[in-house]
């Protein structure tokens, strides 16, 4: 079963929208998905108001108990993907893994998702998400895990 990690800095904007978006996406298929952090700086806090306002109104249905978590070595050695939501992440992955895990590390869209908590945007955030979610779907149900 392939296991996705989608990372943003804080966990409690993108990368627990596109954790949900994916959930939903992937409904019946033998596909694990979580969500993290490259920071502290949100560890323990819930999610965005704006996230879960959009994720509602879309029907996605998520984890009103998630919370903020960093990742962790575990989780690189844990998981098949480890998908940035936007190049500082990717770097910040890169960095954090001290190397070792780089062929598990991806961009999630070529532009990466700009962060909702800066730009106030969470539908525009959400469609780049929708259509990132469908690309990787798509990309891992061929490829499944390695």
Same mark, same amino acid.
Request: proline share 5%.
């Given at each position: 079963?392939?296991?996705?990690?989608?990372?943003?800095?804080?966990?409690?904007?993108?990368?627990?929208?596109?954790?949900?978006?994916?959930?939903?996406?992937?409904?019946?298929?033998?596909?694990?998905?979580?969500?993290?952090?490259?920071?502290?700086?949100?560890?323990?806090?819930?999610?965005?108001?704006?996230?879960?306002?959009?994720? /509602?109104?879309?029907?996605?249905? =998520?984890?009103?108990?998630? #919370?903020?978590?960093?990742?962790?070595?575990? +989780? &690189? !050695? $844990?998981?098949?993907?480890?998908?940035?939501?936007?190049?500082?992440?990717?770097?910040?992955?890169?960095?954090?893994?001290?190397?070792?895990? /780089?062929?598990?590390?991806?961009? =999630?869209?070529?532009?990466? #998702?700009?962060?909702?908590?800066?730009?106030? +945007? &969470? !539908? $525009?955030?959400?469609?780049?998400?929708?259509?990132?979610?469908?690309?990787?779907?798509?990309?891992?149900?061929?490829?499944?895990?390695?």
């Amino acid at each position: 079963m392939p296991k996705i990690c989608f990372v943003c800095l804080g966990n409690i904007c993108r990368s627990p929208m596109a954790e949900f978006v994916m959930k939903n996406l992937s409904k019946g298929q033998p596909i694990h998905v979580e969500s993290r952090a490259t920071s502290g700086w949100e560890h323990g806090n819930p999610i965005h108001p704006g996230t879960q306002k959009v994720l /509602t109104q879309h029907h996605i249905m =998520f984890d009103k108990t998630k #919370v903020s978590q960093r990742i962790s070595i575990k +989780d &690189f !050695a $844990a998981f098949d993907y480890i998908i940035g939501m936007d190049k500082d992440n990717v770097r910040d992955l890169k960095r954090l893994s001290k190397g070792e895990f /780089t062929d598990k590390i991806y961009l =999630f869209t070529e532009n990466g #998702v700009p962060d909702p908590w800066y730009t106030g +945007d &969470f !539908a $525009a955030t959400y469609d780049l998400v929708m259509r990132g979610c469908r690309h990787w779907l798509s990309f891992i149900v061929e490829k499944g895990s390695r």
